[in-house]
């Protein structure tokens, strides 16, 4: 399964970018995608996750400013990420699983190899 995100970049405090995520080679149907990321010295998190079934999640961090939701494809997911801050600079990864769970603490089956978002002040 090959997962690929687009959509990084450099962008200045306030603004916004969209990532992209799709997921392709999978025998099943991949009911939930999420997107983590990880900045230099921090432990890697959960932002946010859609499920097939609705269910959704966000990071405390991110509520009200970054929305996830899936595409018109099988497996895609986009993350709109509005007012952006300079913490939210990090590796952003996307990650599938067959699984519905969308919480922080489920495990997923697929990674992407990630997009830098950088937020300069």
């Known amino acids: 399964v090959q997962v690929v995100e687009s959509g990084g970049g450099m962008v200045q405090a306030g603004g916004s970018l969209r990532l992209s995520c799709e997921a392709s080679?999978?025998?099943?149907?991949?009911?939930?995608m999420g997107w983590y990321r990880q900045a230099p010295g921090k432990e890697r998190e959960l932002v946010a996750a859609i499920s097939n079934g609705g269910s959704t999640y966000y990071a405390d961090s991110v509520k009200g400013r970054f929305t996830i939701s899936r595409g018109s494809g099988a497996a895609t997911v986009t993350l709109q990420m509005n007012s952006l801050k300079s913490e939210d600079t990090a590796m952003y990864y996307c990650a599938a699983k067959r699984g519905y769970y969308a919480g922080p603490d489920g495990a997923y089956d697929y990674w992407g190899q990630g997009t830098q978002v950088t937020v300069s002040d």
């Open positions: 080679g999978s025998r099943f149907t991949l009911n939930t």
